[in-house]
């Protein structure tokens, strides 16, 4: 099978893109062609596809919303990316013209990229799968958060909730380019485009289906993890590790205070906390305050690690953490961990709760308290036999619900699926573009 692969971008930044590469190969290994669609990053991947990719909002070093300069020029651009763009429509049309892909598996598009990705492929008669790697179909703001603590506001009460609060960059006229675009994306029917959505937890299956979106069209579908060796834990550090993304959603402040609770109760320099990832450059240095004006010890921030060194700080900590305020979706970083044999310390919310319950690989703690946080960390830091029991666990767990092989087994008979749903659709009379197109 040859399978267009959407993302907006084409180098690692993330979880998403760790899943994507991870799927490709997993793909690639067993036959199957992949052709990515990406936006034409300096940063990207080498691919034979890229002469086909997107151009940028701004230059192609650009990538998040603070790097780009604020010019008229990319303010348009990226209202229009928001909204519908016809450059994008037309990139993609090409790719598909030269690959003729059998189907596409969509990751993050909407934004940066454009929904127009949707009937670009739909019009050239490509069946669509989407993968939901946050909830930007369902909150303007993609995290269903606000105030620091979930929000589903938008959700009961309309889009325009996030414009009343500002939820986007903190402005009320990003919020209404947000809400407005995701607004004429529902009315113009392009979500309608799709014939099924990957949700890989169940928290976003149900968020889905209080949407009115039909339970035909979503499959749960968890994302997968390559199971790791982790040191023995009489032979791990008195340390405990956080890695991801460093902004105000993950919640990265509220263990670095914890951390400060946690020194006062066992001493401060009885196991230490390191910190990798990089992220929003304000959020880090509010961190690196917190800890300098606290006079917390044993706080160290690393930056960004590369895969090996990751998996390496994972197997060797006691615990890792997931401190996130929003419901996530199912974070690499706790699977990675679990793979490790390192159990997880997580928010009691969302994709974290429905993980962690019962599975005794963990400890869930109240969302945003950091008293709470330094209580769960006692408990496992504090007894090596609890931690090597729950870490024992984790593994167990990455082993027989996130393997590769059933993922990747589920994900080919989704696309296949798609495929046999796609064509046996009544015609539909074409709307957006391009020529005639029929289902």
Request: aromatic share 8%.
């Amino acid at each position: 099978m040859k399978i267009c692969i959407v993302n907006h971008r084409y180098f690692v930044s993330g979880g998403p893109e760790r899943y994507m590469f991870g799927v490709i190969k997993l793909l690639e290994d067993r036959g199957h062609e992949v052709v990515p669609f990406s936006i034409a990053y300096r940063a990207n991947r080498s691919s034979p596809w890229s002469p086909y990719f997107a151009r940028p909002i701004a230059g192609d070093d650009e990538v998040v919303f603070r790097q780009q300069r604020r010019t008229p020029r990319t303010l348009w651009r990226t209202a229009e990316r928001a909204t519908y763009s016809t450059d994008v429509y037309r990139s993609l049309r090409r790719l598909v013209a030269a690959a003729r892909p059998d189907v596409a598996l969509v990751l993050h598009y909407l934004r940066k990229l454009s929904p127009a990705v949707l009937p670009a492929l739909y019009d050239a008669e490509v069946p669509i799968v989407v993968r939901l790697s946050d909830f930007g179909m369902l909150c303007p703001q993609a995290h269903m958060m606000r105030d620091d603590r979930a929000c589903e506001s938008c959700l009961r009460d309309g889009l325009w909730q996030s414009v009343r609060y500002r939820c986007v960059q903190d402005s009320y006229a990003g919020s209404a380019v947000a809400a407005a675009a995701l607004a004429l994306t529902q009315r113009r029917g392009l979500f309608d485009l799709v014939e099924t959505f990957i949700a890989p937890s169940e928290t976003m299956r149900q968020k889905m289906l209080e949407a009115g979106y039909a339970h035909q069209r979503l499959v749960h579908l968890p994302t997968f993890v390559e199971a790791r060796k982790g040191l023995p834990f009489e032979s791990r550090r008195a340390q405990i590790c956080y890695v991801g993304r460093l902004d105000r959603t993950k919640g990265v402040h509220i263990l670095v205070q914890a951390m400060a609770l946690l020194g006062g109760r066992i001493g401060p320099d009885r196991v230490r906390l390191v910190i990798a990832g990089d992220g929003d450059p304000a959020y880090l240095g509010w961190l690196q305050r917190l800890v300098a004006e606290g006079r917390i010890h044993g706080v160290t921030f690393v930056g960004a690690l590369d895969s090996d060194a990751v998996l390496s700080l994972l197997g060797s900590s006691l615990v890792s953490v997931v401190p996130s305020l929003w419901y996530e979706n199912l974070p690499n970083a706790m699977l990675e961990s679990f793979a490790c044999g390192t159990p997880v310390v997580a928010s009691d919310l969302g994709s974290m709760h429905d993980t962690l319950v019962g599975a005794d690989a963990g400890l869930l703690f109240a969302p945003g308290d950091p008293g709470a946080l330094a209580d769960a960390l006692l408990a496992v830091v504090g007894d090596a036999g609890r931690a090597s029991r729950m870490g024992e666990h984790a593994r167990r767990l990455a082993l027989e619900r996130f393997a590769p092989g059933p993922h990747i087994d589920s994900l080919l008979d989704v696309a296949r699926r798609a495929r046999y749903t796609r064509s046996s659709r009544a015609p539909r009379r074409q709307i957006f573009g391009g020529r005639s197109a029929t289902s």
